[in-house]
């Protein structure tokens, strides 16, 4: 009892200055975050209530979105970050997935795949595809590159010589073996006689003067074109005249023209024909009759005198006509010269679809030996009055009238899964005969296996690589162009400001004790330490001794 009487004084001041100094800052580190709530005796507010924090919080929520916007997310410091090779590479690695993952997919739906009938809508994905496509085809700049491929094609071809092209000997092969079986193709016919119609209609609408079309040079060039083509030109229109439905339509213009005829003619007139019956046996006899005049009138053109008479005659009629609008040239046969044009048309491409060997090889001898040294744009221009500018501007218009149909979005996507389908499945369903015909998968060959964008476009391991850092690049110069309004849209400090405000006060002190509950507790006893050290030196300075 005397020895622990005896010690105490010497463990006391230390004891009592580590229990000091631990319980303080065991209180002031309490005192951070509670009272949560101001204490009040009498309604008056007790000092340091609430704690630090709690009192404080707004204040230290601006802080800190202040600190972040300025210095953790600024835009000098996401620039930093976007310039880091390191960040450079995990996004080239992060694009080479995706491009793989894409490049591996199978390029039909699974409509196709299934080999059911694709139905009307595919939904979302079919109607974005569209959509894109759409406003990729009507965009200016797609309209400027058609414009400039036009020009470019145009201008290409009318630069070459004929000589540098083909012979007289390919030029006639060509002409017969690929021109003429063309011709006779209904389809192709239907597509001329409707642009000659347009072309027409156009020309009616606008009502100009004949002479604007048949200048000095123009009229010079289409007699002799005439005076070269009556032959052909005489066979086609006796051959068109010949045909059932036209012949029949003369028949009937003659009866007609019998009947008013006779129907003008005096009471006695008309009663010795219809006594006599010529009346009747003239309409009955007008099949016979039209084809003999039909007949009659091919042996009387077809001589080189009757030839010569045309060909001056037809340059007499057309100065004579060259002011009159055209309008006044049709009068109310408009329809009329539609349906004449149309009939026309066809048989010309019948006719020259019929055209002998022989004769297209002479032609196409005279031709090539007249223009064999001309470009083709000098030729069109000649021969046709066509300027290569023209045919620029004609081959874009029917291309960008293509491309900005409502319709090309879907045929383009319709066409692509059509043949993502033929990919997939290239025999279609066919049985041959030379292939096996049990339903069991062979062993080494995979059965109904969808075409990728990998098997179609194959890209070796450093092309897919320098790929892979191109659109890394693009993209992160995409991101460091748009980080200084994106920081200004986003409003980092107002954000994080926000977000703290948000947060309870009790969620923010477990935040802190789950991160620095550790490091407080240390603290706590390394205060328990200083108030010992304390109590020792004050035990030093006054000694019980």
């Known amino acids: 009892m005397d020895t622990a009487l005896a010690v105490l004084p010497w463990l006391l001041p230390p004891l009592l200055g580590a229990i000091i100094g631990y319980v303080t800052n065991r209180i002031a580190i309490k005192m951070l975050f509670r009272p949560l709530n101001p204490k009040r005796i009498l309604g008056v507010r007790v000092p ?15 802080t800190i979105g202040r600190m972040v916007s300025e210095q953790l997310l600024s835009p000098q410091a996401l620039q930093e970050q976007l310039e880091s090779p390191r960040f450079r590479d995990s996004i080239a690695d992060w694009i080479g997935e995706r491009r793989r993952s ?37 965009s200016p700049q797609c309209a400027r590159m058609v414009q400039g491929l036009a020009d470019r094609i145009a201008g290409d071809i009318g630069d070459k010589r004929l000589s540098e092209m083909t012979s007289a000997e390919q030029l006639a092969n060509f002409v017969h073996g690929n021109v003429l079986p063309a011709l006779k193709n209904e389809e192709l016919g239907s597509t001329a006689s409707d ?71 005096s009471l006695m007139t008309r009663l010795i024909l219809s006594i006599s019956g010529k009346k009747d046996e003239a309409i009955r006899d007008m099949p016979h009759i039209i084809a003999k005049m039909i007949d009659d009138a091919q042996h009387a053109l077809s001589t080189p005198e009757m030839r010569t008479i045309i060909s001056e005659a037809s340059g007499v009629a057309l100065q004579r006509i060259s002011g009159r609008r055209i309008r006044g040239l049709i009068g109310r046969n408009e329809q009329t010269i539609y349906w004449m044009a149309d009939r026309a048309t066809r048989q010309a491409f019948t006719a020259l679809s019929e055209t002998s060997e022989t004769r297209i090889r002479e032609a196409a001898g005279r ?86 964008l990998e098997s179609l476009i194959p890209l070796s391991q450093e092309t897919a690589a320098r790929l892979d850092q191109y659109l890394a690049d693009q993209l992160i110069g995409f991101l460091g162009e748009q980080i200084p309004e994106l920081s200004r849209i986003i409003d980092v400090e107002t954000l994080v400001t926000n977000r703290i405000n948000n947060f309870q006060v009790k969620e923010v002190e477990d935040l802190v004790m789950s991160i620095s509950g550790r490091h407080l507790r240390w603290i706590n006893w390394f205060g328990a330490a200083l108030g010992a050290i304390i109590g020792l030196i004050q035990l030093a300075v006054n000694s019980p001794l």
């Open 48 to 62: 340091l209530t609430p704690g630090v924090i709690p009192r404080n919080r707004f204040d230290l929520a601006r």
């Open 367 to 452: 031709f090539y030996e007249k223009n064999a040294a001309s470009t083709l744009g000098e030729m069109a221009q000649r021969n046709l009055g066509v300027q290569t500018a023209a045919v620029s501007a004609l081959t874009a218009n029917l291309m960008l009238n293509y491309i900005t149909d409502p319709n090309t979005p879907s045929q383009i996507t319709k066409l692509a899964r059509q043949w993502g389908t033929n990919a997939e499945n290239p025999n279609n369903g066919e049985n041959h005969s030379n292939e096996p015909q049990n339903n069991e998968p062979q062993n080494n060959e995979p059965q109904n296996q969808a075409a990728t």
């Open 195 to 265: 642009f000659v119609n347009n072309w027409l209609q156009d020309q009616f609408r606008q009502n100009k003067r004949l002479k604007e079309y048949l200048t000095p040079a123009n009229q010079e060039a289409l007699q002799e074109l005439i005076r070269n083509n009556i032959p052909t030109v005489m066979e086609m229109i006796f051959n068109w005249l010949r045909q059932s439905d036209v012949s029949d339509k003369l028949v009937k213009i003659g009866q007609e023209m019998v009947e008013d005829t006779v129907s003008h003619q």
């Open 102 to 138: 894409l490049m591996q997919r199978p390029i039909s739906l699974p409509a196709a795949r299934n080999q059911t009938p694709p139905p009307e809508s595919e939904g979302p994905l079919q109607e974005i595809l569209e959509e894109t496509l759409a406003a990729l085809l009507n």
